[in-house]
């Protein structure tokens, strides 16, 4: 986005912020294999963000921050996902006879994560995760994950409706085209929460230790 366009959000009142909690989680929307396998529609060149997502799901490890890892399960049959997977017919390549429905290397649950089955964009859609955060005394929920258009900005706008701060790590979310990336990630900025480096992400996992 350009000078001009902060400047006039700035004017419209849109350049709030939110301070990070004292408690925070990390989760990884989605990592799965149909975002980085070449030969599948949905490949989005994800790779890079991979490699952050990694690193920080290690530092949240370490530090004793909650982990939470989603997936996105549907029917092959369609009779789930509603009008979601009526809209999006691509959701077909996360049935559980998909080839690149399965997680990536490296951010698949192991240990203490935890593991959020989805039907919908948002992580919170349908699922327990704003229960478990609760339970969890969680007040910031670092984002990283795919896709930053689609299922990122909904989840951090459910976190944002629920009472959690979301802030959303730039340098592990990832989409296919880099308009739709940017575009959300300074409308998230603007309104929803805060986006925020891989290095800012990893000090507020490491004030946890």
């Known amino acids: ?33 149909v975002y980085t396998e070449p030969s599948c529609p949905l490949y989005a060149g994800a790779e890079a963000a991979c490699e952050v997502m990694r690193a920080l799901l290690h530092e949240a490890r370490a530090a004793g921050v909650p982990t ?24 077909r390549w996360f049935g559980a006879d998909s080839p690149y429905a399965g997680y990536i290397d490296g951010l698949a649950p192991a240990g203490g994560d935890i593991e959020i ?25 670092l984002i990283t994950g795919l896709t930053t258009s ?6 951090a706008t459910d976190a944002m409706q629920s009472g959690f701060v979301p802030i959303v790590v730039r340098d592990a979310v990832a989409d296919r085209l880099e308009g739709p990336h940017e575009a959300n990630l300074f409308d998230i900025q ?11 992400a990893g000090q507020l996992l490491r004030r946890r230790r």
């Open 190 to 200: 603007a309104k929803i929460g805060e986006v925020v480096s891989a290095d800012r």
């Open 68 to 91: 939470l890892i989603t997936r996105v399960e549907h029917d092959p049959s369609g009779r789930t996902g509603g009008l979601f997977a009526r809209k999006v017919p691509a959701t």
């Open 150 to 155: 689609g299922c990122i900005r909904a989840t």
């Open 117 to 141: 089955v989805k039907q919908y964009p948002s992580a919170f859609a349908g699922t327990s995760l704003g229960a478990t955060l609760t339970a969890l005394r969680v007040d910031t929920l």
């Open 1 to 33: 986005m350009t000078v001009d366009a902060e400047e006039d959000y700035a004017r419209a009142g849109l350049a709030g912020s939110l301070a990070p909690g004292s408690s925070p989680a990390l989760i990884i929307v989605d990592p799965a294999r």
